[in-house]
């Protein structure tokens, strides 16, 4: 089995595994801002969010990464041409299907050095886009707690 689930088998799988995912650090090589998306969907909803995904089984961490940056950024990325930052928990009370059930992440957190301008961003999992630099997402109230948490690890602010 690969590849995406049906809704009742991903359902029962936040309900009783954790996922694991690779979440995005972009940086903007001219300005040193850092791409936060709107977050349009459970879980974090509402806030602004770094870009990233779930890795998919039987999907090596290359492809995955490859996948992913694709998908959140329009642009495909190497995982060897990233910096790794850490391996990060992330609990929710809720999951993309609602508040009945609470979703486990363990996320492997990158950071990606480009040139903001030749991206190609999506509208599907975040409504609007904004560059910050990690002083302002860290002080910011509509950041979610765990997106700063990769700036507080990744700018040695802990």
């Given at each position: 089995?690969?590849?995406?689930?049906?809704?009742?088998?991903?359902?029962?799988?936040?309900?009783?595994?954790?996922?694991?995912?690779?979440?995005?650090?972009?940086?903007?090589?001219?300005?040193?801002?850092?791409?936060?998306?709107?977050?349009?969907?459970?879980?974090?909803?509402?806030?602004?969010?770094?870009?990233?995904?779930?890795?998919q089984k039987n999907e090596r961490l290359d492809d995955a990464f490859f996948r992913i940056s694709g998908t959140e950024l329009g642009l495909v990325f190497s995982r060897e041409k990233a910096n790794w930052v850490g391996v990060f928990q992330h609990?929710?009370?809720?999951?993309?299907?609602?508040?009945?059930?609470?979703?486990?992440?363990?996320?492997?957190?990158?950071?990606?050095?480009?040139?903001?301008?030749?991206?190609?961003?999506?509208?599907?999992?975040?409504?609007?886009?904004?560059?910050?630099?990690?002083?302002?997402?860290?002080?910011?109230?509509?950041?979610?707690?765990?997106?700063?948490?990769?700036?507080?690890?990744?700018?040695?602010?802990?």
């Open positions: 089995m690969s590849g995406w689930l049906d809704e009742q088998v991903f359902s029962q799988g936040i309900a009783t595994l954790p996922l694991v995912s690779i979440d995005l650090l972009v940086k903007d090589a001219s300005s040193g801002g850092y791409l936060l998306g709107w977050r349009r969907n459970r879980p974090a909803a509402n806030h602004w969010f770094v870009p990233g995904g779930r890795i609990f929710y009370d809720d999951c993309v299907f609602g508040e009945d059930v609470s979703t486990h992440y363990v996320v492997l957190a990158y950071e990606i050095v480009m040139d903001k301008d030749k991206l190609n961003l999506p509208v599907v999992q975040h409504s609007d886009y904004t560059w910050r630099s990690a002083d302002e997402i860290l002080s910011s109230p509509d950041v979610h707690q765990y997106s700063k948490d990769y700036f507080y690890t990744a700018c040695g602010k802990a």
